[in-house]
């Protein structure tokens, strides 16, 4: 795996900390993303049908009843991103949850998204009650949590929404807690089954204790 050299800019950037680390994705974990980008759409006479588990092909044209190209999908996605702090918002409980695990671990975001939108989402994130360092990236995020962890054998967990980024962590670092967790519950139920080893939890009310106790406290 290849490792995005300005997400390890951003992580060089970073004060060194041998606490254990918990690295949070942010769409679907921190932020609700699937019902504010339907809301989104929906101003342009689109909609979403969660038919499976994608985006793409699931998007239609509420004129023709036609699916929109993939292309435009992307598209939107990438305006999206621009406006996003006039529609996301955060999962209830994240910030009280989060708040606690940050009492005793380094806590870092890590975001899939292009780096140009990096500003936007840092000051949606401070102004929603998360001050945490924001990292983003273009490749797979297992580089990115190894070089987080760095040479210190401390314990380490991930959450994310999508299945293959946990996957990616687990073959950089091997001993890595990892929990699937997705704001959008219709979407979620279309998911396939996840890997062997990623612990499914429902909401932050449950999360936090059990990545407390994963990290060892």
Known sequence: MSEDQETARQIAELARDDRPLLVLDVDEVVLEFIQPFTGFIGTQGLELRADSFRLHGNVFDLETQAAIADERVSALIEEFFVVQADWQRCPEGATEAIATLAERA?????????????????????????PYPLLTTERAKGPAIQQ??????????????????????????????????????????LMPPLPEGIVEVENWQEAMPKIAMALGF
């Open 106 to 130: 380094e806590i870092v975001m890590l975001t899939a998204m292009p780096h140009r939108h990096r500003t936007t989402r840092r000051s949606l994130l401070d102004r929603l009650g998360f």
């Open 148 to 189: 987080l962890r760095g040479e210190h054998p401390r314990p380490v967990a991930f959450v994310d929404d999508i299945a293959h980024n946990l996957v990616s962590a687990r073959a950089c670092v091997a001993d890595a807690h990892l929990f699937h967790i997705m704001a959008h519950k219709g979407l979620r139920e």
